[in-house]
């Protein structure tokens, strides 16, 4: 039945998973096992948050124990944080996994943390939205040429080489909702993943990124549009999850922001759908005691949205 409402928008729709935090004594086989299952079930892709005390794995640690145990699972990062990163190691480090498990590694890009406790971990010197544009250059040129010299207004390379580099170029995604990060994404990123915001806002955000993209003479693939959908299910506090909503988006509702169960996604996903996006990652609103069974729903429940 849900597949029939979106074969109509003749679009592939791809959903992933957003990373669950360990919730028992042994996170590293915790994670494991996680992994292990997500491959096995088939799902598109996990993404991994850049959260320092939250207790899962570091992004890029995670991204490429995850990958070296699968052989088709696709894995990214939602959202890393790049301002305070040394962006010549963070080219090194996705060049690494991308010639190691090619096709596989989703990089998505954000200004900061999502928190205060985790802003405190990346630390800049200088305006963080231009160290983040200039860092995303630099990322860029090292993952696309032979050899790089730049000398910018914060990083200075000289004949500055990533070997080995993919043979295809990295997809670079950015997160972000306020008009100045999406036309950052229309003039230099290759797609785009938002977070807390309702379908009518999404579809506004494509096309601000439409536009931005248009200016600059370039063009955002049309499937490169997509957002996290936070979903309650029973044993997660609906307040507590309503509370972080309302954190990020206190001038909106937050019921329109986060999913009531899987009919609620289903139905969100639907309206992203109308408004443009196909790409998905849904994330539990709080921690899953039952994270295999979480799995098994998901297949079951999200599973024939995709086209």
Do not use: C
Request: glycine share 10%.
């Amino acid at each position: 039945m849900r597949k029939a409402r979106l074969a109509s928008t003749d679009v592939k729709v791809r959903i992933g998973i957003g990373s669950i935090g360990p919730s028992g004594s042994e996170p590293g086989a915790e994670f494991d096992e996680f992994v292990d299952a997500i491959e096995k079930a088939g799902i598109d892709s996990l993404w991994l948050p850049d959260f320092v005390s939250q207790g899962g794995p570091d992004a890029t640690i995670g991204m490429a124990w995850a990958a070296a145990r699968t052989q088709n699972l696709k894995v990214g990062t939602g959202v890393l944080v790049l301002p305070g990163r040394n962006p010549s190691l963070v080219a090194a480090q996705l060049a690494t996994m991308a010639v190691l498990a090619p096709k596989r590694i989703l990089p998505a890009f954000g200004v900061r943390a999502a928190t205060k406790r985790e802003r405190q971990f990346y630390p800049v010197d200088g305006t963080r939205a231009d160290v983040f544009e200039e860092a995303l250059v630099v990322v860029r040129r090292l993952l696309t040429e032979e050899s790089v010299t730049h000398h910018g207004a914060y990083f200075h390379l000289d004949e500055a080489r990533v070997v080995p580099r993919p043979q295809k170029p990295l997809d670079l995604w950015l997160g972000g909702r306020a008009d100045v990060g999406l036309r950052r994404v229309g003039r230099l990123a290759d797609g785009w993943l938002g977070s807390f915001l309702t379908p009518d806002e999404a579809a506004r955000a494509r096309t601000v990124i439409e536009d931005a993209a248009r200016e600059s003479g370039r063009e955002v693939e049309d499937d490169h549009y997509g957002t996290n959908i936070s979903i309650v299910l029973p044993g997660i506090d609906p307040d507590t999850a309503l509370q972080r909503a309302v954190a990020q988006r206190p001038d909106v509702d937050p019921k329109s922001l986060v999913a009531d169960g899987w009919d609620g996604a289903a139905e969100l996903v639907r309206r992203y759908v109308e408004g443009g996006l196909t790409k998905f990652v849904v994330r539990p609103a709080g921690p899953v005691a039952d994270w295999q069974g979480f799995i098994d729903e998901f297949t079951a429940e999200m599973g024939p949205l995709e086209d």
